[in-house]
């Protein structure tokens, strides 16, 4: 029994659970508890992941998405997906689009623009400063990319009085370097990003905005469709909200939006990339002076104005649902008295401000104007550039000195127009110096004028800031036309040396002649007096070694006037081009005979060989060559050895004169010094002028002739004089 009764309890309590649980069961399907569960919606971006789109990337990071009830993704766009089409054709709840928003809600697309991210566009035209191109008009003919979905450049283009098919336009490559290559002329860009890459690699560009015709147009507008609106009021003004308090943030906390982009997002960017446009970004916000997502019906209708102007847009066009009108909030009228009245101080202030800097703005535009004239009538030559030496402005002495007008300089680079190539080096080395020592750098270099004439111009440089950027350097360079001063001074240089040259060679000539003319008078007084005293004691077996040395002085006196008369005769007179028909037998043989008067106790070989005559230069200078080299052979050679001379006509009608000897060797190091005028080798046994071998050298030079030395030990010393060839008719013409 016991048993039993535990059994039937348990049975008892089980059947109790049962029923609990299908109870609850029951209650739990007639009144389902609903799960909080966020909407789920879809932003289309305008390109790849980057700065562009910081807020919405803050929006997901802070949570404020999730405070409202939303599950963002972000979409990147691509050139094949089209935001608005991809928000029409609803693969998202929402997009970025630009002004072309106002052409498809006029098509008919149900576009709502919900707020303005960008106060002013960052589109632009984007060339190389390289390229002809000055102005807009200057694309006529040329090749231009331009992306889809950037109408307001046609209608800038417009209004500059371009059309459009003046140019040919071609297919986007969405990056810069068919633009780098040359192959473009222009191509649409963002001032936010394509021109970090030209400045990092530094390339020089020109940028041409519509901004600069009074083109001044919304960018990076958030949007929906009105579809969306009307069945999701609450979702689109919380996604709103929460979008636009994520970009007060970003732009707060750019630094660490970086950091998120580069750790959360695949993105080509660099982190210097990302700097660069999140400072163009706020320069095109002004998120100091304007709260993000603030937009005006007026500027609206503007832009809507400027489509009309060109045919895309009726006029008059109505806005009416296209921009987004948020819930009004309660009005606070107090508040709005009090900000009134501050407004109303304010208002007051800056009008007297106002008036201040209207007064300071005439006179500095008069400053502006009288410095302009001062520029244009300096008259040195003027000329602004950039740290890469690309030519910002250009005043009318410049044009006068370089002969490049305004117009076609400004934009080259100076390297490439007005700077010797082999001056290259240096002027850098001089820009670097100016912009790093901060001070005025002077110096002179020879420059190009546009037609390739060659000018020597002096420089002074200096840098400065430009006001719209402190940290933007310029350089100022300063250049005056030195050309003829350069030459007068060089001039003047070359007269100093040569008059310094022929000082010294003037004291050296009084010194050599002292001494050539003293010895040999000397020798002729000694041996005279020895021949006087001979005769008075009747005693003659001096008389003849007496005679010898007196014939031997004279014959020194002899070769040293002759040195100097054809030294003299070199100077004034130009033999290059003279040949005879010369006896060469009876001038070797003069010579050799002069020679062994000289040194009556040595030994000449002779070795001549073809006619008797030969052609070949003034007689007069082949005896001093042939007199000077048998000499000079004769007096730094080895006692009782022989010298010999061998002179030839080759087949090709050649002069080939050879004398050696055998002496001391001539270190390979004085094979150029023995020529040099006034040289004189350091031997005890050798006296001599200095003149011999110079004229060797002169005459030979005169007759394009070439001069060979070898010497040895051993084998002795060989000079060596081969006068270059010429035709029987040649030197008939010459007789």
């Known amino acids: 029994m016991f048993v039993f009764s535990l059994s039937s309890a348990k049975r008892s309590k089980t059947k109790k659970i049962m029923l609990t649980g299908v109870l609850i069961a029951m ?25 562009q789109f910081a807020g919405y990337y803050a929006a997901i990071e802070q949570g404020y998405y999730d405070e409202a009830g939303i599950q963002v993704e972000l979409i990147p766009a691509s050139p094949e997906r089209e935001p608005v089409t991809e928000v029409l054709q609803g693969r998202a709840e929402f997009g970025v689009g630009n002004s072309e928003l106002l052409l498809h809600f006029y098509q008919g697309d149900p576009v709502v623009v919900l707020a303005v991210i960008f106060q002013h566009s960052p589109l632009i035209l984007l060339s190389r400063t390289e390229n002809p191109l000055q102005t807009l008009h200057d694309l006529d003919g040329q090749r231009v990319a331009i992306e889809p979905g950037t109408a307001e450049l046609f209608a800038y283009l417009k209004r500059e009085g371009v059309n459009p098919t003046q140019f040919d336009v071609v297919q986007h490559a969405y990056h810069l370097q068919p633009l780098i290559d040359g192959e473009l002329a222009a191509q649409s860009a963002y001032s936010t990003t394509e021109t970090f890459e030209l400045e990092s690699r530094r390339i020089g560009y020109q940028i041409y905005s519509p901004r600069s015709v009074g083109i001044d147009f919304y960018g990076d507008n958030l949007f929906t469709t009105q579809t969306m609106l009307d069945e ?37 960017r660099s982190r210097e990339a990302l700097h660069y446009e999140a400072e163009k970004m706020h320069q095109l916000m ?78 500095l535009r008069k400053s502006e104007q009288k410095l302009r004239v001062l520029f244009d009538t300096a008259p040195l030559a003027y000329i602004v550039l950039d740290q890469r030496g690309y030519i910002k402005e250009w005043n009318n002495a410049a044009s006068r000195i370089f002969n490049w007008p305004r117009d076609e300089i400004i934009g080259r680079n100076t390297f490439d127009t007005i700077v010797n190539a082999d001056d290259s080096a240096a002027v850098k080395q001089v820009f670097e110096r100016t912009v790093n020592e901060h001070s005025p750098v002077t110096f002179m270099n020879s420059n190009l004028t546009r037609d390739g004439k060659e000018i020597t111009c002096e420089w002074v440089n200096t840098t400065f800031n430009d006001n719209s950027n402190d940290d933007e350097v310029w350089i100022l360079s300063i250049a005056s036309d030195v050309t003829e001063r350069a030459a007068i001074e060089k001039a003047l240089k070359q007269a100093r040396d040569q008059a310094q040259e022929a000082l010294s060679e003037h004291k ?35 008389t003849a070694l007496m005679n010898t040395r007196i014939n031997s002085a004279i014959q020194r006196l002899r070769r040293f006037l002759d040195n100097l008369m054809a030294d003299d005769r070199l100077s004034t007179v130009k033999f290059s081009s003279q040949r005879a028909n010369i006896d060469v037998q009876r001038i070797v043989h003069k010579s050799v005979t ?28 082949l005896d001093v060559v042939i007199t000077n080299l048998l000499d000079n052979a004769m007096k730094y050679s080895v006692p009782n050895t022989a010298v010999s001379i061998s002179i030839e006509s080759a087949v090709d009608n050649s002069l080939c004169l050879e004398v050696h000897n055998f002496g001391p060797a001539i270190p390979e190091k004085l094979h150029e010094e023995i020529f040099h005028k006034y040289y004189r080798a350091e031997l005890e046994q050798a006296s001599g002028t200095g003149l011999g071998l110079y004229l060797v050298k002169r005459i030979a030079i005169s007759y394009n002739a070439s001069i060979q030395v070898t010497s040895s030990d051993e084998e002795g010393t060989m000079f060596r004089v081969i006068f270059p060839s010429v035709e029987p008719s040649e030197a008939n013409r010459n007789e």
């Open 27 to 51: 209650v739990m399907a007639i009144f389902p508890v609903e799960a909080e569960v966020n909407s789920v919606v879809r932003l289309q971006l305008k390109w790849e992941h980057q700065f």
């Open 232 to 268: 999701e009021p609450d979702l689109v003004e919380n996604f709103r909200k929460a979008s636009l308090r994520g970009w007060f943030y970003a732009m707060d906390h750019p630094e660490e939006i970086i950091e998120l982009i580069l750790e959360k997002y695949p993105t080509s």
């Open 286 to 363: 002004r998120t100091d002076l304007i709260e993000p997502g603030h937009m005006i019906t007026g500027r609206w209708q503007h832009m809507a104005n400027v489509y009309s102007e060109i045919g895309m847009l009726p006029e008059a066009f109505s806005l009416e649902g296209f921009l987004y009108q948020s819930e009004p909030e309660q009005i606070d009228l107090q508040a709005i008295y009090v900000k009134l009245f501050i407004a109303s101080a304010l208002a007051a202030i800056f009008a007297f401000l106002t008036s201040t800097l209207v007064h300071f703005n005439k006179r």
């Open 508 to 542: 050296q000539l009084i010194s050599m002649l002292s001494h050539e003319l003293r010895s040999p008078l000397a020798t002729i007084a000694s041996a005279n007096a020895v021949i006087k005293a001979a005769i008075g004691q009747g005693d003659f077996k001096n």
């Open 594 to 621: 002069a020679s062994q008067d000289q040194y009556p106790h040595r030994y000449i070989n002779i070795n001549m060989t073809g006619p008797r005559e030969i052609i070949g230069p003034d007689s007069v200078l």
